[in-house]
């Protein structure tokens, strides 16, 4: 039925009116994919320190203040993620799925030091990415659909909170247990949460 209805489209309009209409089909495909593995990044946190730490202690200590914490709706996982495009090396993440969002967080070894940091995405449900691939409509239109609350962007800046007090409070452990001064703590560096 649908090679006869494209059949009699080709007849009436040429062979060109297939074409674009397949081209039409290629370009919401990648642009499906586009979205749905583009993950907007709403802050990132780094800090070097001197000294030597295991990656593994790390993140076990830091779930552990997560869990007494007692917040719900928490889900944690290791994530091997490419250190370049080329992808030969990996670095391992542990990554903390809370709501609709996800924080990647690293530490590991960096030269002589150890190296830690986060990243805080949005993680968009796979309805909004299939809106959004909409051409022309499909920004604003999901937007409009799946926008969030006040309450819900406050939920994440202060899951965002716990955390970096979490790993700020872990730093100061772990650098009075090697026996060396607490460095400065930075501020994380924020994008627009309400721009998706």
Same mark, same amino acid.
């Given at each position: 039925m649908y090679l006869q209805s494209m059949y009699g489209i080709e007849r009436l309009f040429g062979g060109s009116f297939v074409l674009l209409f397949y081209a039409f089909i290629i370009y919401l495909i990648v642009r499906f994919f586009i979205f749905f593995n583009g993950l907007q990044i709403l802050s990132h946190w780094t800090l070097l320190l001197d000294m030597q730490f295991s990656t593994k202690e790390f993140f076990e200590r830091l779930k552990q203040r997560l869990v007494d914490s007692d917040v719900k709706n928490i889900s944690y996982s290791n994530l091997n993620l490419n250190e370049s495009i080329i992808g030969l090396s990996k670095r391992t993440y542990l990554t903390i799925n809370y709501k609709d969002?996800?924080?990647?967080?690293?530490?590991?070894?960096?030269? =002589?030091?150890?190296?830690?940091?986060?990243?805080?995405?949005? =993680?968009?449900?796979?309805? *909004?990415?299939?809106?959004?691939?909409?051409?022309?409509?499909?920004?604003?239109?999901?937007?409009?659909?799946?926008?969030? /609350?006040?309450? +819900?962007?406050?939920?994440?800046?202060?899951?965002?909170?716990?955390?970096?007090?979490?790993? /700020? +409070?872990?730093? =100061? *452990?772990?650098?009075? +247990? =090697?026996?060396?001064?607490?460095? *400065?703590?930075?501020?994380?560096?924020?994008?627009?949460?309400?721009k998706r």
């Open positions: 969002y996800v924080f990647y967080v690293c530490g590991a070894p960096f030269g =002589k030091h150890f190296f830690t940091s986060y990243w805080t995405h949005f =993680k968009p449900s796979f309805m *909004e990415v299939l809106v959004r691939t909409i051409p022309f409509i499909g920004q604003r239109l999901a937007d409009l659909m799946f926008s969030h /609350t006040y309450f +819900e962007h406050d939920q994440c800046a202060s899951f965002r909170t716990l955390l970096h007090h979490h790993i /700020t +409070e872990l730093i =100061k *452990e772990m650098t009075t +247990e =090697k026996g060396i001064p607490m460095p *400065e703590i930075p501020k994380p560096v924020m994008s627009d949460v309400f």
